[in-house]
């Protein structure tokens, strides 16, 4: 794994750093069952492709995961404090580590994630003298809730907020970066933001997960049109605006928002995110500090030493 910590000069669109050497990525999270639907939706989309879109949305919005396994739960139980976030939406348990009078750092996990996927990096804030809250999202996790949407993920950050106080830093991984991006545009002042493989282009995550699946080009098609059309009212009742999820969760609102001094770190084999998305961040958030990986795709990057260290660290010299 190399891990730079600075990229002055983006390179070309469609190549990672020229100083990395690739190695193969681990493969992508979509379930098996998810899977043997899409061909099973394939089959139907030959007659009714708006019946196979139909089943593909009610999908999204209900994110697949599976039972909390024993380290996951001993995690949890290792926190020093819990506190119960009453929100308009469901109760969110919140676990803290850190002395409580230290400043205060949120985790937001992505879609179908956990926060549990931070626990690496709970000893070294908290030797930084941190303290770290985590929690499961709505519909994720040890949450019993199973609909939700990014718009949920946003209230609850501006919940955390309005009990507990404005966070000294936020890290967030993937789809729950362009959560924070949402809040902030509500309100949500964190002090400083660590984006990791930040999943903010709706749009090309959508394209990329349907390809994952190996949906048909007509129910891809059909699916996107549907879901971009359903998502306005969804838009409407959350924050007031009417546009569709990729009109709203994409580049040209991140960059009305993404002011905060940060770190953005993410990996040129990212198995889920487009390289060129992450390249785009670069352009409009000069204010973050910038490291990239090689080899470590999605999900092994949240656990890796090197990034690991380099979170800590950064954190460490905001105080």
Known sequence: MTLRPE?????????????????HAEPGRVPASYRA?????NLIGRVSPTLSARV??????????????????????????????????????????????APLILGVHGWRGTGAQFRHLVPGLVEEGYQVCLFDMPAHGMNRTRFTHVFEFMQVLLSIQGQLGRPAGV?????????VVQAVSQGFEPGHLAFIAPGINMDAILDRFCQSLGLSSNVHKRFKTRLGTQSIPL?????????????RLSHQVA??????????IA???DEEIRWQDFQSITGYWPQAETSFSSGLGHYRILKDEAVVHRVAAYFGRQL
């Open 171 to 179: 890290i967030a991984h993937s789809l729950g970066c362009q959560a």
């Open 37 to 41: 639907l899409a061909a099973g939706l």
């Open 56 to 101: 593909l949305q009610t999908l999204w919005f209900r994110p697949v995961h599976g039972r909390p396994g024993q380290r996951t739960q001993a995690f949890w139980q290792s926190a020093e404090r819990r506190h119960c976030l009453i929100t308009d939406i469901d109760g969110i348990d919140l676990h803290f580590w850190g002395n409580p009078d």
């Open 267 to 269: 990996d040129d084999q």
């Open 255 to 264: 960059r009305q928002y993404l002011n905060h001094p940060g770190l953005l």
């Open 7 to 23: 990229l002055s000069h983006p390179a070309e669109p469609h190549s990672p750093p020229a100083n990395i050497v690739l190695q």
């Open 235 to 247: 838009s409407q009742a959350w924050i007031g605006t009417r546009e569709t999820l990729y009109e």
